[in-house]
């Protein structure tokens, strides 16, 4: 390697901890992690809140809870990553180091983490929870942003992976 080149080093940005739910073997744990965590959460809230009729409201509205938590969390995940490939890329073009440290850097998983929880907001107030009163919706929605945000994008990838 010529002594004046500098070396560009692109980590692991592909592989942190948080973007293993793209592989396949994970799925198997994470989709029915999160239907189980999901299908606690939706109990604990109908009983705290005394919501009439649980077994009916399980029914309605478990599945359409699961997708949009599993599809708030992708659109979390896919922030990170294509944050991470903007600053890869300006790092090689301005010939700098990153911004970022590849997933353990507050400033790119707190955000994502707040994208995420907004979006599980808003897909369960204007979406799930549609039919329910007005004060039952909102809260039956900031449960499940608060509780069931992906606090998982929080744990650095340094602790899995040497850079």
Not at 17 to 44: A, C, E, K, T
Not at 59 to 86: E, N, P, R, T
Request: include cysteine; aromatic fraction near 14%; proline fraction near 6%.
């Amino acid at each position: 390697m010529n002594p004046k080149q500098k070396e560009v080093r692109l980590y692991n940005a592909l592989f942190p901890l948080w973007s293993l739910m793209f592989f396949p073997q994970v799925w198997l744990i994470v989709i029915p992690g999160n239907f189980i965590i999901d299908s606690i959460v939706l109990i604990i809230s109908m009983a705290a809140l005394k919501v009439a009729d649980k077994k009916l409201c399980y029914k309605q509205h478990i599945w359409k809870i699961f997708g949009f938590g599993m599809l708030s969390d992708v659109i979390g995940s896919a922030y990170m990553i294509l944050v991470m490939v903007v600053d890869g890329v300006l790092a090689i073009i301005l010939d700098k180091t990153h911004l970022f440290r590849m997933g353990d850097e507050p400033l790119l998983t707190i955000p994502a983490l707040i994208i995420s929880a907004a979006l599980i907001f808003v897909f369960n107030y204007f979406i799930t929870f549609k039919k329910m009163d007005k004060p039952l919706r909102l809260k039956m929605s900031i449960i499940f942003a608060v509780v069931t945000a992906p606090y998982t994008f929080l744990i650095p990838s340094s602790w899995v992976y040497q850079y």
